[in-house]
């Protein structure tokens, strides 16, 4: 089992929809779980992080955590053309601040 | 803020050349990561450095690959020699630590390597 795991897609929205894209997670310990976008040809850039149980809404975007199930997804509301791009689910493993990514899911919003 | 800046953006060599590329991380950030992504996958950690020792090689392929920070500051990741299999973009991280951990990385632009 991968230490992270995230649908590769592509996933496809309409232009004004909401997009939500899930992750999952096998270590029980993980405290920190970060959500990147990448676009294509470009290095990854972070757009959410969540450490507690529920919801954290910045913006257009809410990420989500249940650690009993051991799951984050994000959400994008009234999704835009620009957020067309791979999105990839990071969680914080073992000592210290090693991120292990999944590898990604693409995203496309169609106008 | 000046981010994380890396160089070559790009390189393409001959396997078995060598190969470097370096990273100048944000000001104050004392952790330094490098990662290599390949096409379609996330990025895979090679090495992560606390200021100048290295905490986490355990995945850097140590018969042909080796890096370094010195000072603390900058760091350099080498190749030698480069197999056809190598070719990714390396990319290079730098985070803070605040009182729940780490907030996250910032990565540099990337390195992407070709090797022919």
């Known amino acids: 089992q991968k230490e992270v795991e995230q649908n590769s897609g592509p996933l496809s929205v309409p232009e004004g929809a909401i997009a939500s894209l899930n992750c999952t997670y096998s270590?029980?310990?993980?405290?920190?779980f970060f959500w990147y976008r990448q676009y294509s040809g470009k290095s990854p850039e972070l757009i959410m992080f969540?450490?507690?149980?529920g919801d954290k809404e910045d913006g257009r975007f809410t990420a989500q955590l249940n650690k009993a199930s051991q799951y984050v997804s994000l959400l994008i509301r009234d999704s835009q053309p620009s957020d067309s791009a791979t999105y990839l689910c990071?969680?914080?493993?073992?000592?210290?601040?090693?991120?292990?990514f999944g590898a990604g899911t693409i995203l496309r919003v169609k106008s | 803020e000046a981010g994380v800046v890396q160089s070559p953006r790009y390189k393409i060599i001959e396997k078995k050349q060598p190969v470097a590329f370096w990273c100048n991380p944000i000001?104050?950030?004392?952790?330094l990561y490098w990662y290599r992504q390949n096409l379609g996958q996330g990025p895979e950690l090679l090495i992560r450095?606390?200021?100048?020792?290295?905490?986490?090689d355990s995945q850097l392929p140590k018969d042909r690959f080796s890096a370094e920070r010195l000072k603390g500051v900058d760091s350099t990741l080498k190749i030698q020699p480069a197999e056809l299999g190598d070719s990714a973009v390396y990319l290079c991280?730098?985070?803070?630590?605040?009182?729940?951990?780490?907030?996250?990385?910032?990565f540099g632009s990337g390195t992407r390597l070709t090797v022919v």
């Open positions: 991280a730098s985070s803070s630590e605040g009182r729940r951990g780490n907030y996250g990385y910032t």
């Open positions: 270590d029980r310990g993980s405290q920190s």
């Open positions: 969540i450490y507690s149980n």
């Open positions: 990071a969680v914080n493993v073992g000592y210290g601040n090693k991120l292990v």
């Open positions: 000001s104050g950030h004392n952790t």
């Open positions: 450095y606390e200021n100048e020792e290295a905490v986490d």
